[in-house]
Nanobody, 122 residues
């Protein structure tokens, strides 16, 4: 079983910063891509940023230049540094990891965290 545990959400004023963390634990062979998604009330879940095991990154246009994703492969942890936050960044942020697990056959597995709330006051 795989667990993704997020931390770091909270309330911040517009223009402020937050850093989210997500650690993967449990039984898995490897983690390919780790990323962050967000879902605001009444909207669909959307990709914020992701990072491959080799370090290549991908960002949503709305956060480019403000957010930075990074990962520590040894700790199976992904981070999201969010700067210059705007009210429209407020959402529940979900960690995602695309892993390989053995069940006993090796297969891909799409893991999700429980979500962490990010609120931005104007």
């Amino acid at each position: 079983q795989v667990h993704l545990v997020e931390s770091g959400g909270g309330l911040v004023q517009a223009g402020g910063s937050l850093r989210l963390s997500c650690a993967a634990s449990g039984s898995f062979l490897s983690i390919n891509v780790m990323g962050w998604y967000r879902q605001a009330p009444g909207k669909q879940r959307e990709l914020v940023a992701d990072i491959a095991s080799g370090g290549s990154t991908n960002y949503a246009d709305a956060v480019k230049g403000r957010f930075t994703i990074s990962r520590d492969n040894a700790k199976a942890t992904v981070y999201l540094q969010m700067n210059s936050l705007k009210p429209e960044d407020a959402a529940v942020y979900y960690c995602n990891a695309k892993l390989l697990i053995r069940t006993p056959l090796v297969r891909s597995y799409d893991g999700w965290g429980q979500g962490t709330q990010v609120s931005v006051s104007s």
